[in-house]
């Protein structure tokens, strides 16, 4: 395969992406769209999907008419699209569960799950607008704190459940 085979071959893959990204665009996930929350922040963010709408639609023609010149065997009606995935989050490298103990070492007052999160978001820059999102982490961090091994950390009794690490004031 030639040079100008394979860009034809790469560029007919950005093709089946913005198809993709066009499709994404005109039927979102259920999942956006299902929560109140959710579904504000997707609805004030119409302007932006409409703009990006308009410019893959402008440029999908150009870029078929490219690899139809780079691949004159390329058939442009059995073009597959591509589906975006979620974009990536910036998970920490020692894991959101190894980012809450972290926060705990440096704590000077027992934590709630529900600030823990809150420290994550505001250290690590995640968006914690939405339900789900928030949910995610508070998952993340619950699930973390009740399968380490519970040396290292106390879980204070009450309503909510607030957690501290330990100190040699607090051994038993």
């Not at 066009?22 to 109140?36: C, F, G, S």
Request: glycine share 6%; charged share 30%.
């Amino acid at each position: 395969m030639n040079e100008e085979e394979r860009l034809g071959v790469r560029l007919a893959k950005i093709y089946c992406r913005m198809l993709g990204e066009l499709e994404r665009l005109e039927h979102p996930p259920k999942r956006l769209v299902r929560l109140i929350p959710d579904r504000e922040a997707y609805e004030a963010a119409a302007p932006e999907r409409e703009a990006r709408r308009e410019v893959i639609l402008e440029a999908l023609p150009h870029v078929a008419y490219v690899v139809k010149m780079l691949n004159s065997a390329w058939d442009q009606s059995a073009a597959e699209p591509i589906r975006p995935k979620e974009p990536r989050r910036g998970i920490p490298p020692q894991g959101v569960a190894g980012a809450a103990l972290d926060i705990l070492k440096e704590a000077t007052q027992p934590l709630t799950i529900a600030e823990i999160v809150e420290m994550l978001g505001e250290y690590f820059g995640y968006d914690l607008t939405t339900v789900a999102e928030r949910q995610r982490y508070h998952t993340a961090v619950n699930n973390g704190l009740m399968n380490i091994y519970r040396q290292d950390i106390v879980e204070h009794p009450g309503s909510p459940t607030r957690w501290s690490w330990r100190t040699d004031d607090d051994a038993d």
